[in-house]
């Protein structure tokens, strides 16, 4: 999960973006992946997951360009990241636009980690993109920690019984989980479940055991 993910619907303005990024991300292990907008909402979880998208950088104006799919994505900036902050609420997202100041977005601006003028990033690039890039770390960090803990409880419970306190904080990182790991539509537990298990040897091996505890 090293890699921030760009929607913007001008290619040149994209991938513009997305050369600045890469250089000032040059040595971090980081990338930028950029992609025009979907035409579906749902379908950029499954984005998420499969390039291991740690963070978003998103232009308010998504309609001034017809995508490669025909027509335009039909929605906004702050409308994707608002259904985006439907199911990952802790997801970090930040907007690189010309319309900073857009009535709309700026309704929506608790949605966003920050909001940056086109110009101010193209002058300060290195300065932003390090702001973005602390965001996208700590979001990762967390998101491994969590992976972390529900393998330390796994290990434990196929040895000895876990305390109502670890169970219940089995069931809040599930939930967590469910959210963050999700593709398309509502989280479903099976599919998450089988995502754990291919991250940790450990949790594979007594995943069983746990869900029949949280019933």
Known sequence: MNNIGLI???RDQRETTETLLNRSLRDTGWRCISIE?????DQYFSWINEHEIAGLIVDEKLNESQLS???NAGYDGHTLVRHIRQHIPDFPVYSIT?????????DNIFNFE???DRTEFQDKKDQITKIILRGCQKFTKEHQNHLSR???LSTKNAISELTEEELSEIKSIQTY???SLIEEGEPDFHKVINQIEEKTEELAKSI????EKLK
Do not use: A
């Open 8 to 10: 913007d619907d001008r």
């Open 37 to 41: 907008p979907f035409s579906n909402l």
């Open 69 to 71: 799919s025909g027509g």
């Open 98 to 106: 010309s319309y900073k100041d857009d009535p709309n977005l700026q």
């Open 114 to 116: 920050n909001i940056f």
């Open 150 to 152: 529900i393998s330390e």
């Open 177 to 179: 989980l469910s959210i």
């Open 208 to 211: 069983n055991s746990i869900k």
